[in-house]
């Protein structure tokens, strides 16, 4: 099969992986800049154009759009779709799980269990905001952070009155959360492949840090998760039509929560904690789908 990856640096970890594991399974596997193609758009002949070439005989592409190239990203694997190519991440599924606003009212609409939420526009009743959601201490986050960049912890209420006041002030959008004390600073990242869970691991912050992101210092551990946990990470994925993703939940008393399912997961941190083959896994999904 002819492969494509899209992503923005050939030497990135994931991206090496895919090419490494798609080689190994006797596929032409290549790496394409998205926000360096051009989109030719017609009925009859549409196609993309790659360094002044376009792009053909595609069988397939493995879409990893960082989240600052969302828009032009997605464009990119809409028109490989309207070319009849599959694509591992559907552009509907992706454009749905980059707005947090959106994807948490998909899952909640689904069924899905996740820490309390608000999100007001601009609202001057900000106390009733933080209210709403229990109180203090609260998760005060952008809705277009990453990464675990543009995520506050407000101790207080009074702090987290202040620290909205501050993102409203600035025009910037935020959601407010219930903060999962019992969580202490862990998180549970479940990797899902065509419906599969392939992997998972806990993910723990560094000393005095509540984010256990692993851009933040966070290390990982092994985990098998419950049954319960992995039909929720399943049905979160399943809910936002995503075929590869990163489903990211809580353990709390009231059982797992979800706070996010990334669309373009990093393949290190899973790989390195689980010793598994999870690029191969996305191959052979992409062999069993295209």
């Not at 990119?76 to 994807?103: G, H, N, P, Y």
């Not at 526009?121 to 952008?142: E, F, M, Q, T, W």
């Not at 952070?145 to 620290?163: M, N, P, Y």
């Not at 706070?259 to 010793?275: D, K, W």
Request: charged share 25%; glycine share 10%.
């Amino acid at each position: 099969m002819n492969i494509v990856v899209l992503s923005r640096g050939s030497k990135l970890y994931s991206t090496r992986r895919l090419v490494e594991a798609g080689r190994a399974r006797g596929h032409s596997i290549s790496v394409v800049d998205h926000v360096k193609c051009d989109l030719v758009i017609a009925r009859k002949d549409p196609h993309v154009v790659y360094n002044g070439e376009p792009l053909s005989h595609v069988d397939a592409i493995i879409p990893r759009i960082g989240a600052s190239v969302t828009f032009y990203g997605t464009s990119v694997v809409r028109q490989f779709e309207s070319m009849k190519v599959f694509s591992t991440v559907e552009s509907q599924a992706l454009v749905r799980s980059r707005d947090k606003l959106r994807s948490l009212q998909i899952l909640s609409r689904a069924g899905v269990d996740m820490p309390r939420t608000v999100f007001t526009n601009y609202s001057k009743d900000v106390a009733g905001a933080v209210d709403r959601i229990g109180g203090a201490p609260c998760i005060i986050k952008l809705l277009e952070g990453t990464q675990g960049l543009g995520v506050v912890l407000a101790e207080s209420r009074k702090a987290a009155i202040a620290v909205i006041e501050a993102f409203n002030s600035l025009k910037a959008r935020v959601i407010v959360q219930e903060f999962i004390k019992e969580a202490r600073g862990e998180d549970i990242r479940a990797f899902v492949v065509g419906g599969v869970i392939v992997g998972a691991m806990k993910r723990v912050g560094k000393e005095g840090e509540f984010r256990s992101n692993l851009h933040r210092g966070g290390r990982a551990e092994l985990i098998e998760l419950s049954e319960e946990e992995q039909r929720m990470a399943i049905h979160a994925a399943k809910a936002l039509g995503l075929h590869v993703a990163g489903v990211d939940m809580l353990q709390s008393d009231r059982g797992p929560l979800i706070i996010e399912v990334n669309a373009s997961p990093g393949l290190e941190g899973i790989e390195q904690a689980t010793g598994k083959d999870i690029a191969g896994e996305i191959i052979a999904f992409v062999e069993r789908s295209a």
